[in-house]
């Protein structure tokens, strides 16, 4: 119980903003050049954003209380040990340096010690058995509902002011719990929960509303594969389908909506997301750590730039990353997200438009996928939006894609040939499995959401033209 309690009550600060379908906005300029291939794609331009400190931003993303409501100090100490050698990051400040990596300290105005999440939770991702922050967590297990286990808490709260704190805790987790459940472990549900957090929100005054002030659909499963943030230092939007434009520091405080209740606390935490979004975008991609054929390598850089930097961009001096929308239409990939999914209605980014964040932010979600720059592939596995492939090798020939598989979830359980999770083809999916926990390590590509088609960009190549694009991704 106290593992599951761990690490479920964590997984509510990966909330984002929404996906939803909309016409490409004004500044959505076409691609300059030859796109024959793409002639419906558009580039997404480059907005200014607000200075900020990266050396404050650290500070702030590893200590500061950016989702301020969470577990009572006095019963999370009962619960929990001090974090592990693995779980220590560098930065930590007080009572956070003796807290895992993404649990957060937190006191209140009336003096009440907290421990809350933080964006770590989703963005902090292990390779080879070391963490790394800013990498995606592919390990997620969402497959129950966080607030299943929050009666469990109760017995080890007993002043008034803690007691409080917990109920309104419970109270949020209670509402965003339904629809925060995958069948699936390794992707991540906060693209269908987010929704939910806006609709108890009042727009104007982001005052919590026991009843939602939008319909909620029923909840769906919208898997989502964690991108990498070292990806923002070149791109102009923060999601898969183009959404999340303007001022990305106003965007990536919206996990705070989970705990926050007012305009005057969120200006205090848009105060330095500034600084926050700026050592974000200074993140590097981690170098390829094993042997590099460097001959193979130089003969899959033309390959790969005639058959995948039209979209994808160029590396090394000189290169240049175009921030491409694809239409699904195009791409073929698993449609549900940029189809915009019952979640994310248009009412929902009305709501964001006419809120605290819409001052300066837009979701404008498009109908289709933006191409990623490929800094640090190699250690960004699973692929495509969904995670559902398990190597860039099925990713380049889709006909070795498996239909159903499953992996470790071993973090040194990394293929460097095919450049991603080793993995078990099944000859089932999950209607086959008979045991509930085996069944939700099982990645059913038949299933709504998780589908593996399209991107067949790669089929075309020769098995050794695609080796050398393999060999080549592993210098980017």
Known sequence: MKRFLFFVLAAAACSGAASNPQAPSADATPPAGDDSENDTAIVLAAEPQRPGDPQKGYRALVNEAYVPCGIPDSAFSQLFSDATADEIIPGREGRNA????????????????????????????????????????????????????????????????????????????????????????????????????????DPKTLAWLDTPIIEVPAPIEV?????????????????????????????????SVLCTSSVEESRKIDAYFPDVRAWIASLDAPAWPFALDRALADKGKPIFEATCSRCHGTYGPGGAYPNKLVPASDIGTDGLLAAGAAEFAPPIVAWYKDSFFGELARLEPLKGYVAPPLDGVWATAPYLHNGSVPTIAALLDSTKRPRYWTRSFDSNDYDPKALGWRHVVLDHGKKGEPDEGTRATIYDTTKTGYANVGHTYGDALTPEDRAAVLEYLKTL
């Open 98 to 201: 003796t807290l895992p990596y993404n649990w957060t300290s937190y006191t209140t105005k009336d003096g009440v010690k907290l421990v809350t999440s933080n964006c770590l939770t989703c963005h902090a991702g292990r390779i080879q058995g070391k963490l790394v922050v800013g990498l995606g967590d592919a390990d997620g297990n969402h497959v129950q509902d966080p607030s299943s286990a929050l009666t469990y808490l109760d017995q080890f709260v007993s002043k008034p002011e803690e007691k409080a704190e917990l109920e309104k805790w419970e109270n949020r987790m209670k509402t965003v719990g339904p629809y925060s459940v995958l069948s699936t472990r390794g992707p991540n549900p906060a693209d269908m929960f987010t929704a939910v957090l806006f609709a108890h929100h």
């Open 223 to 255: 898997p989502v594969d964690v991108p990498p943030w070292w990806r923002m230092k070149k791109k102009t939007s923060m999601f898969y389908t183009g959404g999340g434009r303007g001022d990305h520091a106003r965007i990536e405080m919206t996990a």
